[in-house]
């Protein structure tokens, strides 16, 4: 019986993202399943490209040729089912192609290299340099320097090879310039590449060399060689004798070493002894001794030294455990978030239920928002776990991630922490996921496919009936209005795991300080309860969620200001390097002391950032330990370790720092947090701006008073009588959310309406407009044919808050679900951005289509 595989292909474009249709030949039909890697010949020239098995099917009622499969890449399938199912779901989810969400679910480390080789036609199997050169009336000169450098490649060569070979060539001959008219390197290669590719075919059809396509499948892994005796000794030195075997002092030296040491590594052998690796390989070929290999795994390192608590549980944290535990195999089980005030010992809760579904042979995925919280937490999980705990994040090597994945998929690893991507690691019997700090951001993914990680573990409790956790002290307002409204189960811990009050909140109007002459960053009073603190031997944290040394760099002459040549915005003043960065696409200048608009020289710095903070603290309190956690500081890997564990150990009395700092960190020595402008983000353009504020002051004043002593909060602001500010001081999040959720029903923003955000951008900001002009026209025709006439649900076209990023001009389109059923107006979307996409756009613009977007700038 004939089989057929619909795969997909692994290509980016848009215009492949469809199930493809291949037969399965004979020998491979008992062996293929749903899932498998395989090697597929595409396109015109039938290049192997890698593919992915979807469906198998036993008839085939496409009236097309239909291809047959080379071969299968690995021995069991690298994706499974469910995987399968996810996949669909996420493509219709997000509006993605299936690529994009097949790359955040395959193992990272696998790479497929593909290659045109030439050798000569078996007519010519015999020929030689001489005969070439007899065959010059039939051949010309690029012809026969194609058959002259297959057989000086022992009668093979790769097909850029033999174009590199070609440029060395023509340049020995002539300027590259008069050959080609071309100086561009790569234009260059392009350009021999395509002339060879075209007299190759000649070639072919004329008999003279045979084209075949060639791949090689790699995979990131490592073995180790171990080297043992083959035999016992005292037998090896019989068969030493009776075969007359000749061993040189060197080779003597390691069958005496290894004599007394077995399984010894390659290079240690090589290292100890000073032998050679031809003397050992020697020894192998003599029957003497044995090579082992052995996978070896990357661990990624965690430099962080946690010490340990002695905890005693309390009954709030008891009866979270025993709601959760008691409810985990039960089927119609909903998620549970846990709303936690900040120290209420959301951690050690998690850490019961993991290890409760370990004894039920259940594994566990703990994730964390930020990199900055991962040592920490892999440190306490790793004092209780021990070596199932493993890691998984961006910060890690292609090699290590691919490492993680094997251990996984081999058992070692039982439980892992890490970052959004981590939910998708190939667990064969995951029990648990646990959403640390759930309300954070960067849950929501900003590259395709832009999914929610949340959205992700609530499709996880139907179809794979784990158990979802979510816990934050400050939840976002739509999902605490989902477990309001019994989507979730509600578990409050309403008291600090210490028995400790929460950190008590003091505020300093700004604007007073000024008004009594003080014009410095630090109010009075913060600055006295620093002395303070620092003198009885505590620490203090500082927070600014502004890295740099100062927002921007102006001109007070003639307002000048240094803004990045590639994005809308202005440039952040780095004073140690004296540049100015765009924090958006990295572009840098050097900031110079004149004006290049008016030649003035008064240039000057506005603006706080946190590196302006850490050097007026040195300034202000002389002798004091200072550091600074930020994205300038950690940009080396287990730079962020090494800063975490110095403040731990107390090498630090002051840290100073970004949102990277705010939350899960735990420090026992920490009794002061200074919050040094609390309403910076009020007023910024977004309508989550209250519950970002609300969130971010709230988690960093929970660094406080996490231990013994009990901690205290200055909070710096001008509008001091904002309702959020008030709000915040009480620690009153019902409060909170209260007055937030009648503002969101009041405009019709999440819970009560889903958004999409489509923008469109390129470098040509005519193009873009036109685009996305086109893309609004068809959409409203498209509307009108189905009886909708009302489009206030669309908002725009307009531009991005921040029109251009790294000179890509963006305008955008915001849709609300108001009056419009959502599964409609996303079908209309995909319909005009993904199916009939060339009909609509030109192809030298982006389109980026974003559900329920964080932000809109």
């Known amino acids: 019986m004939e089989k057929y595989a619909k795969v997909i292909v692994k290509n980016n474009s848009q215009y492949t993202d469809n199930l493809f249709t291949y037969k399965v030949p004979e020998f491979l039909q008992d062996e293929i399943c749903l899932g498998h890697r395989v090697l597929v010949p595409f396109g015109k020239g039938n290049k192997p490209i890698e593919a992915y098995v979807f469906k198998i099917i036993e008839n085939n009622d496409e009236d097309i040729k239909t291809k047959y499969i080379y071969d299968i890449l690995d021995e069991r399938p690298i994706l499974k089912r469910q995987d399968l199912e996810l996949i669909h779901w996420m493509k219709n989810r997000y509006l993605c192609t299936y690529m994009d969400c097949i790359n955040l679910i395959i193992p990272k480390g696998y790479k497929l290299n593909n290659y045109k080789s030439i050798t000569l036609h078996p007519s010519l199997k015999n020929i030689d340099t001489y005969e070439i050169y007899d065959l010059s009336e039939k051949l010309s000169e690029n012809k026969r320097f194609v058959l002259q450098s297959v057989l000086d490649n022992k009668g093979k060569i790769k097909l850029d090879k033999l174009v590199d070979k070609k440029i060395e060539y023509s340049t020995a001959v002539a300027e590259e310039s008069e050959l080609y008219g071309i100086k561009d390197k790569k234009t260059l290669k392009r350009k021999v590449t395509d002339n060879l590719n075209s007299l190759l075919y000649k070639m072919k059809e004329e008999s003279l060399i045979d084209l075949r396509w060639e791949y090689k499948s790699i995979k990131n892994e490592i073995k180790v060689c171990y080297i043992s005796l083959k035999m016992d000794y005292v037998e090896m030195m019989f068969y030493i004798k009776e075969n007359k075997i000749r061993l040189g002092e060197k080779q003597k030296q390691i069958l005496e070493f290894l004599k007394n040491n077995e399984d010894v590594e390659l290079n240690d052998l090589v290292q100890l002894l000073n032998a050679s690796k031809s003397s050992i390989k020697s020894l192998e070929e003599k029957n003497l001794i044995e090579f082992k290999y052995e996978d070896f795994y990357r661990e990624s390192k965690s430099n962080f030294n946690y010490q340990n608590k002695d905890v005693i549980l309390n009954e709030e944290q008891n009866n979270a455990i025993e709601k959760i535990t008691s409810e985990m195999f039960n089927e119609d089980k909903k998620p549970y978030m846990i709303h936690g005030v900040t120290g209420s010992g959301k951690t050690e809760v998690y850490m019961e239920v993991i290890d409760y579904a370990l004894k039920q042979g259940l594994d566990s995925i703990v994730l964390v928002p930020e990199i900055s919280l991962t040592p920490q937490t892999i440190a306490r999980f790793k004092n209780r776990f021990k070596d199932i705990v493993g890691v998984f994040h961006s910060r890690l090597s292609e090699?290590?991630?691919?490492?993680?994945?094997?251990?996984?998929?081999?058992?070692?690893?039982?439980?892992?922490?890490?970052?959004?991507?981590?939910?998708?690691?190939?667990?064969?019997?995951?029990?648990?996921?646990?959403?640390?700090?759930?309300?954070?951001?960067?849950?929501?993914?900003?590259?395709?496919?832009?999914?929610?990680?949340?959205?992700?573990?609530?499709?996880?409790?139907?179809?794979?009936?784990?158990?979802?956790?979510?816990?934050?002290?400050?939840?976002?307002?739509?999902?605490?209005?989902?477990?309001?409204?019994?989507?979730?189960?509600?578990?409050?811990?309403?008291?600090?795991?210490?028995?400790?009050?929460?950190?008590?909140?003091?505020?300093?109007?700004?604007?007073?300080?000024?008004?009594?002459?003080?014009?410095?960053?630090?109010?009075?009073?913060?600055?006295?309860?620093?002395?303070?603190?620092?003198?009885?031997?505590?620490?203090?944290?500082?927070?600014?969620?502004?890295?740099?040394?100062?927002?921007?760099?102006?001109?007070?002459?003639?307002?000048?200001?240094?803004?990045?040549?590639?994005?809308?915005?202005?440039?952040?003043?780095?004073?140690?390097?004296?540049?100015?960065?765009?924090?958006?696409?990295?572009?840098?200048?050097?900031?110079?002391?004149?004006?290049?608009?008016?030649?003035?020289?008064?240039?000057?710095?506005?603006?706080?950032?946190?590196?302006?903070?850490?050097?007026?603290?040195?300034?202000?309190?002389?002798?004091?330990?200072?550091?600074?956690?930020?994205?300038?500081?950690?940009?080396?890997?287990?730079?962020?370790?090494?800063?975490?564990?110095?403040?731990?150990?107390?090498?630090?009395?002051?840290?100073?720092?970004?949102?990277?700092?705010?939350?899960?960190?735990?420090?026992?020595?920490?009794?002061?947090?200074?919050?040094?402008?609390?309403?910076?983000?009020?007023?910024?353009?977004?309508?989550?701006?209250?519950?970002?504020?609300?969130?971010?002051?709230?988690?960093?004043?929970?660094?406080?008073?996490?231990?013994?002593?009990?901690?205290?909060?200055?909070?710096?602001?001008?509008?001091?009588?904002?309702?959020?500010?008030?709000?915040?001081?009480?620690?009153?999040?019902?409060?909170?959310?209260?007055?937030?959720?009648?503002?969101?029903?009041?405009?019709?923003?999440?819970?009560?309406?889903?958004?999409?955000?489509?923008?469109?951008?390129?470098?040509?900001?005519?193009?873009?407009?036109?685009?996305?002009?086109?893309?609004?026209?068809?959409?409203?025709?498209?509307?009108?044919?189905?009886?909708?006439?009302?489009?206030?649900?669309?908002?725009?076209?307009?531009?991005?808050?921040?029109?251009?990023?790294?000179?890509?001009?963006?305008?955008?389109?915001?849709?609300?679900?108001?009056?419009?059923?959502?599964?409609?107006?996303?079908?209309?979307?995909?319909?005009?951005?993904?199916?009939?996409?060339?009909?609509?756009?030109?192809?030298?613009?982006?389109?980026?289509?974003?559900?329920?977007?964080?932000?809109?700038?």
């Open 399 to 857: 090699g290590e991630k691919h490492d993680v994945f094997r251990e996984i998929q081999k058992g070692n690893i039982r439980i892992l922490i890490g970052a959004r991507s981590a939910i998708f690691a190939p667990f064969n019997s995951l029990g648990v996921v646990i959403l640390d700090e759930f309300h954070e951001s960067s849950y929501k993914s900003d590259k395709n496919p832009k999914f929610s990680t949340l959205e992700i573990g609530r499709y996880l409790v139907k179809k794979r009936n784990i158990t979802l956790v979510m816990g934050s002290a400050t939840p976002s307002v739509e999902e605490y209005y989902r477990a309001k409204n019994g989507e979730y189960e509600l578990i409050e811990l309403k008291k600090r795991a210490n028995n400790k009050p929460l950190p008590k909140i003091e505020v300093v109007d700004m604007k007073e300080e000024l008004k009594c002459g003080n014009r410095s960053f630090l109010s009075n009073k913060l600055r006295l309860q620093i002395e303070q603190e620092i003198k009885n031997n505590n620490q203090v944290i500082l927070f600014l969620n502004r890295r740099g040394y100062s927002s921007f760099v102006s001109c007070r002459e003639c307002g000048y200001v240094f803004e990045c040549k590639n994005c809308d915005i202005s440039l952040t003043y780095h004073k140690s390097q004296n540049i100015g960065k765009c924090h958006y696409c990295g572009y840098e200048e050097v900031i110079p002391k004149v004006c290049p608009e008016c030649k003035s020289k008064y240039i000057k710095e506005f603006g706080l950032g946190t590196e302006k903070i850490e050097e007026e603290i040195k300034q202000i309190f002389e002798g004091v330990r200072v550091l600074r956690l930020d994205k300038d500081t950690t940009s080396q890997k287990y730079e962020m370790e090494n800063i975490l564990n110095k403040f731990q150990n107390k090498e630090a009395d002051i840290l100073i720092g970004t949102q990277m700092i705010s939350k899960g960190l735990d420090f026992k020595h920490v009794t002061l947090v200074g919050i040094l402008s609390a309403d910076m983000m009020l007023n910024f353009p977004d309508f989550k701006s209250f519950e970002n504020t609300f969130q971010l002051v709230t988690q960093v004043s929970g660094r406080a008073g996490r231990s013994e002593k009990e901690g205290k909060v200055i909070l710096q602001a001008y509008d001091t009588d904002s309702s959020v500010i008030k709000r915040i001081v009480n620690y009153d999040f019902d409060g909170f959310y209260e007055d937030e959720i009648k503002i969101r029903k009041l405009f019709n923003y999440t819970p009560f309406n889903n958004m999409i955000s489509v923008v469109v951008s390129s470098k040509n900001e005519y193009m873009v407009k036109k685009n996305i002009t086109n893309f609004y026209n068809t959409l409203v025709y498209l509307l009108k044919e189905r009886g909708i006439s009302d489009f206030d649900f669309i908002l725009g076209p307009n531009p991005c808050s921040i029109s251009k990023i790294n000179s890509n001009y963006r305008w955008q389109i915001l849709f609300k679900d108001d009056n419009i059923e959502i599964n409609l107006l996303k079908g209309i979307i995909k319909y005009i951005c993904i199916t009939k996409r060339e009909l609509v756009f030109d192809k030298d613009v982006n389109i980026s289509i974003d559900i329920n977007p964080n932000s809109i700038l």
